[in-house]
């Protein structure tokens, strides 16, 4: 068992303070603004209070790089790190022709289905009633796969109990999503995305070095058949096949970025319909670019250990955990580094959880709360102060089942990336074709979608 050093710890509580720090500035950015004028002498008045539409929404005034940012690290979660690695490491790059779903995805997302949203200015994808509770229930537990990922990481590298490692990283995340809303998510989602980059480069830099270069990689990969990649079978229950990742991959990345309510909530938050675009066109490239660099990875990661892996020889407990395996087997003696790489993870763990966090919290607080209490109470009205009160204490327990079903989930053998792919493909396919049904033949009613969506589950 490989430990991390003080200054791996040292690199890890910056990056966590730093968040919480963010989520304290954006929940109290008024008062903390107000509090500085004061002491320069100045004239202030009341500071207002934080709305609902600044948690969920930041009074849909979001620039390019804050959407940019988030909608890239929200989607390559610690689950894509962890996940992709291990089935590039086990399967060889055949994975990687989802870089070809990206080519039809997001041109669609972003010219066909983002407009339309953006026009209706919901505070949600799901505003037809019998979609909403199923859907985010799905997206609880998503995330909460998404929270397992980085505590086996995290396990793996310091030692930790993965329940401990769970509470951590699930608390840090529900903290500053509750006090901070959206604005805090995406600002962290910026950085995390750059964490996240420059982690896999490194990695990628110095293991093919310590490997005598990325030649050598490329020849043990290509040994272990690590590089076959196009397989043209017509079997539909084949693992991997280059229709199934083109075509099926295109279905499940629309699905998240043309109709997942956390991707729907970052457009709805943006400034404009411009911006919106052009941020899911940027997606385009980031992904093909990170998706290379994880098929590199996965590289590096076979050839590190061909022919000694760490599963079979008992150091590690699940396949998941060879990427964190690996980096604290290739930097055992470099201190700071390990701790970067394992803040890499930990950053897409995070990035991913508060957008879901405050996406949940979104659609309940406004399809679900408020309609009940106008429906209980006709004529009444209730004060921004009691409804940002009260969407900060939902966040709270969403944060709080999602750690609850994480725990579950650490019972699971199953890979991390099968798990989510599962999840996405039981629930996003039937409500892409839901939508899509929506926008071609709006004639058709909610009983039609309904029976739609149902079967299409069923199936």
């Known amino acids: 068992m490989y430990s991390l050093y003080w200054p791996d710890y040292f690199i890890l509580v910056v990056l966590l303070v730093f968040y919480a720090f963010v989520g304290i500035w954006y929940g109290y950015e008024r008062q903390i ?35 940019l940012g988030t909608t890239v690290a929200s989607f390559i979660s610690a689950v894509t790190l962890l996940g992709t690695n291990n089935e590039i490491y086990t399967n060889g790059i055949e994975f990687g022709l989802m870089m070809l779903a990206y080519l039809i995805a997001f041109p669609v997302a972003a010219e066909v289905y983002v407009p339309v949203f953006y026009k209706l200015q919901l505070s949600s994808s799901h505003e037809v009633g019998y979609f909403e509770m199923l859907t985010e229930w799905f997206i609880i537990i998503y995330i909460a796969v998404v929270l397992y990922a980085p505590s086996l990481a995290l396990s793996q590298a310091t030692g930790w109990d993965v329940n401990v490692a769970i509470i951590a990283t699930g608390l840090l995340a529900t903290f ?32 093919a070095a310590q490997l005598g270069g990325i030649d050598k990689v490329v020849q043990i990969a290509e040994a272990g058949k690590r590089l076959d990649i196009f397989n043209f079978d017509l079997n539909p229950f084949v693992r991997h096949s280059f229709f199934s990742l083109t075509f099926g991959g295109a279905g499940m990345v629309l699905s998240i970025y043309a109709t997942n309510q956390t991707s729907v909530q970052r457009y709805l938050a943006c400034k404009d319909l411009k911006t919106t675009r052009t941020a899911i066109h940027l997606n385009l490239p980031l992904n093909i670019v990170f ?14 250990f061909v022919g000694c892996d760490p599963k079979l020889n008992g150091e590690t407990t699940a396949s998941d955990q060879i990427l964190p395996y690996l980096i604290m087997k290739l930097f055992n003696h470099i201190p700071v580094v390990r701790g970067l790489f394992i803040s890499s ?27 009940a209490f106008f429906l209980c109470r006709p004529g009444a009205c209730i004060s921004q102060r009691k409804l940002t009160l009260f969407a900060r204490l939902l966040a709270i327990l969403i944060g709080l089942i999602t750690i609850g079903v994480a725990f579950l989930l650490s019972i699971v053998s199953s890979g991390v990336l099968q798990i989510s792919f599962s999840i996405f493909g039981a629930i996003g ?4 074709t839901v939508f899509t049904l929506g926008i071609i033949m709006p004639f058709v009613n909610q009983w039609v979608s309904l029976f739609h969506f149902l079967y299409e589950v069923y199936m």
């Open 345 to 371: 993870i930990l950053a897409a763990a995070l990035s991913t959880l508060s957008s879901g966090i405050n996406s949940i919290a979104g659609v309940i607080m406004e399809d679900v709360f408020v309609e």
């Open 176 to 207: 500053y999503t509750a006090i901070g809303g959206i604005k805090a998510v995406v600002w962290t989602d910026l950085i995390q995305m750059f964490v996240m980059f420059i982690g896999f480069i490194m990695i990628i830099a110095i293991g």
């Open 33 to 67: 603004k107000r509090i500085y004028r004061r002491m320069r002498g100045k004239d202030v008045g009341e500071a207002a209070p934080m709305t609902t539409d600044d948690i969920f929404l930041g009074n849909r005034r979001l620039g390019l790089m804050p959407i």
């Open 291 to 304: 998706m290379t660099l994880q098929c590199l990875g996965g590289l590096v990661s076979y050839a590190t």
């Open 429 to 432: 396919g039937p409500i892409l």
